[in-house]
């Protein structure tokens, strides 16, 4: 089964609030986690990684945190905007494998 | 800079004939390379991953098969296709010897038909 997996499959946000993103993984070895933002028809990009010595991450617009108790990360997007409208997939980086969770589709209302 | 280059970018092909699909890295030596496969609605699921030359290892198993003839060179092949092996193909690279993050080609969408 699957090491990384999503909390919700879709998630509507109206534009300028902030989205909240959750992931729970499996394996409490787990040390590397990605974001990805995957467009429609596109390979998924890069947003933001975290290591497991770390409880937070932020980058432009986005952070991330890693609650290594309950094995949970999250991706935070500020002031969501229609170009954040994507899949957002969490990935968890082990032994030079990443391995995905099923995505959470973003859909940003005006 | 890195670039990744995956082709086709779309692809129809009958139930059984043969496949081949192509990826290549550019601006990097000894890449980890990957190939997965994304079902409609779908997370991405590892096929194949190569840490150099001639190393492959199978992640599932499955009516596909995978090769690196060249450090950068990636390809993923059929026999012959199956109805099942319609999807959304993509190709990566990371860094060797580092859990970092992979970077995909913008992927071939693969119809058997």
């Known amino acids: 089964g699957e090491s990384v997996g999503l909390h919700l499959p879709t998630l509507s946000v109206q534009e300028g609030d902030n989205s909240i993103i959750n992931c729970a993984y499996s394996n409490s070895a787990s040390d590397y986690f990605i974001w990805y933002k995957q467009e429609s028809g596109k390979g998924p990009q890069f947003i933001i990684d975290i290591r497991s010595n770390m409880d937070k991450r932020q980058g432009q617009r986005v952070t991330v945190l890693l609650n290594k108790t309950v094995k949970h990360l999250s991706l935070q997007i500020a002031a969501t905007q229609p170009g954040d409208s994507a899949v957002y997939f969490c990935a968890e980086n082990r032994d030079y494998k990443l391995s995905f969770g099923a995505g959470t589709t973003v859909t940003v209302r005006a | 800079s890195q670039t990744i280059h995956q082709w086709p970018a779309t692809l129809v092909q009958p139930v059984g004939s043969p496949l081949s699909l192509e990826c290549t890295v550019e601006g990097t030596s000894n890449p980890n390379l990957y190939w997965y496969r994304q079902a409609a609605g779908r997370g991405l699921q590892l096929l194949f991953y190569?840490?150099?030359?001639?190393?492959i290892s199978s992640e599932v198993p499955q009516n596909l098969s995978a090769s690196r003839p060249q450090d950068r060179q990636f390809i993923l092949s059929s026999k012959k296709l199956l109805l099942s092996d319609s999807g959304f193909y993509l190709c990566?690279?990371?860094?060797?010897?580092?859990?970092?993050?992979?970077?995909f080609g913008q992927g071939t969408r693969l119809t058997v038909v």
């Open positions: 990566a690279w990371s860094v060797r010897g580092s859990n970092t993050e992979a970077f």
């Open positions: 190569s840490v150099g030359i001639g190393q």
